[in-house]
């Protein structure tokens, strides 16, 4: 009795060890492939622009990485949360594109003085969704681009997106995620180049 007692008194810590173990939370970032370097860098017009942070539903604004199993039930993941909080990440990743592009003389991730025109917008939805047999990654957000003199916001870009999940995972999740957002800010750049061209 006394062997199995210090058997199992020396054993304790590993059994503790792996309890904390399996109790990490992760994180997951919103990063783009390598493809972002093969971007074109379009027609440079001279204007200077702020990307603000973008507006989520308070349903989402969260770093618990929201997942959605029926049409008007989510839960929240305890160990899966974002690295940052989708109003800044998302923004951060639209930031990186328009700078990468070069399509303005300036950008501003954040807030400048007297900028000519702001990029910002809404997340009305950023989850994993699990409601059909096909597991997605689903966004809907609505894009701005904003004269800041008048408030008239010229070019607005919404979508609806979902993308599959290959594998499963968290980490293709945070994939499709970000594979999402490069598409649609591509996109939404494209109309923005339009309605300038036409200004001039």
């Not at 008239?152 to 999740?173: A, C, G, W, Y």
């Amino acid at each position: 009795m006394k062997k199995v007692f210090l058997v199992l008194l020396l054993s304790a810590p590993f059994w503790i060890f792996c309890a904390k173990k399996t109790m990490i939370r992760n994180y997951y970032l919103l990063e783009f492939p390598q493809e972002i370097s093969e971007i074109q860098t379009e027609q440079t017009f001279p204007l200077e622009v702020d990307v603000r942070d973008f507006q989520v539903s308070r349903a989402f604004a969260q770093t618990r990485i929201a997942l959605r199993t029926e049409s008007n039930e989510i839960n929240y993941f305890y160990y899966h949360h974002w690295a940052i909080r989708p109003s800044y990440a998302v923004a951060d990743q639209v930031y990186t594109i328009f700078n990468h592009k070069e399509l303005f003389a300036k950008c501003t991730r954040g807030s400048s003085y007297d900028p000519d025109y702001r990029i910002d917008g809404n997340v009305q939805v950023i989850e994993r969704n699990h409601m059909n047999e096909t597991q997605s990654a689903h966004l809907v957000m609505t894009m701005q681009f904003t004269d800041t003199e008048s408030s008239i916001s010229h070019v607005q870009h919404r979508f609806d997106r979902s993308l599959p999940l290959e594998d499963k995972t968290m980490n293709d999740f945070a994939e499709k995620m970000s594979q999402i957002i490069l598409e649609e800010t591509l996109s939404f750049s494209q109309q923005i180049k339009a309605f300038l061209q036409n200004e001039n």
